[in-house]
T-cell receptor, first 117, second 112 residues
Framework: GAGVSQSPRYKVAKRGQDVALRCDPI?????LFWYQQALGQGPEFLTYFQNEAQLDKSGLPSDRFFAERPEGSVSTLKIQRTQQEDSAVYLC???????????????FGDGTRLSIL | GENVEQHPSTLSVQEGDSAVIKCTYSDSASNYFPWYKQELGKRPQLIIDIRSNVGEKKDQRIAVTLNKTAKHFSLHITETQPEDSAVYFC???????????FGTGTRLLVSP
């Protein structure tokens, strides 16, 4: 596709439910990132993949958060036993990132707005 | 870890005026500094970026300057237009650590 695609655009869940958010990066982009953006704030890093390898998960707030990218393309961010503080916009970004040492421009998707009731 | 501070938090200008947004960073190893524009409910859109081996970069009405010694960088928008109204975020990252650390954002309002 032309850009990073995320689904669903909106997700409402009850506290305690599990949710799964999908990200389809730009074709050919090796690096994939997940960020969390609270209302009125800047995006905050969650995790980073180089192909299928998860190289940095230092931003995941708890072990309820899990991300995967099994074939090095589409990625899924899963949140288990959701809590109200998980409500936020979850943004996915991708970059060419052909080497770990290269900081390539990151291109964002429209995000998934998650609301936990 | 890296910390990025951004100011002002809000900026109101008249159409045609210039706007300047400033950011400071804490980690001297940071070497890549992008700027994003985010309209309400939309994705952050990369508008310009600069690497630490240059001091200034310009793209039409937008320019970014970098002072590595002082560890700050600025976004300059000239001849502002109402469609420039949005929230602007600066960010920083360092080689080998791909993650972007974002500032807190500046809400720019351009009045006709």
């Amino acid at each position: 596709g032309a850009g990073v695609s995320q689904s669903p655009r909106y997700k409402v869940a009850k506290r305690g439910q599990d949710v799964a958010l999908r990200c389809d990066p730009i074709s050919g982009h090796v690096s994939l990132f997940w960020y969390q953006q609270a209302l009125g704030q800047g995006p905050e890093f969650l995790t980073y993949f180089q192909n299928e390898a998860q190289l940095d998960k230092s931003g995941l707030p708890s072990d309820r958060f899990f991300a995967e990218r099994p074939e090095g393309s589409v990625s899924t961010l899963k949140i288990q036993r959701t809590q109200q503080e998980d409500s936020a916009v979850y943004l996915c970004a991708s970059s060419l990132g052909r080497t770990v040492d290269s900081n390539q421009p990151q291109h964002f998707g429209d995000g998934t707005r998650l609301s936990i009731l | 870890g890296e910390n990025v501070e951004q100011h002002p938090s809000t900026l109101s200008v008249q159409e045609g005026d210039s706007a300047v947004i400033k950011c400071t960073y804490s980690d001297s190893a940071s070497n890549y500094f992008p700027w994003y524009k985010q309209e309400l409910g939309k994705r952050p859109q990369l508008i310009i970026d600069i690497r630490s081996n240059v001091g200034e970069k310009k793209d039409q009405r937008i320019a970014v300057t970098l002072n590595k010694t002082a560890k700050h960088f600025s976004l300059h928008i000239t001849e502002t237009q109402p469609e420039d109204s949005a929230v602007y975020f600066c960010a920083a990252s360092k080689m080998g650590f791909q993650k972007l650390v974002f500032g807190t954002g500046t809400r720019l309002l351009v009045s006709p």
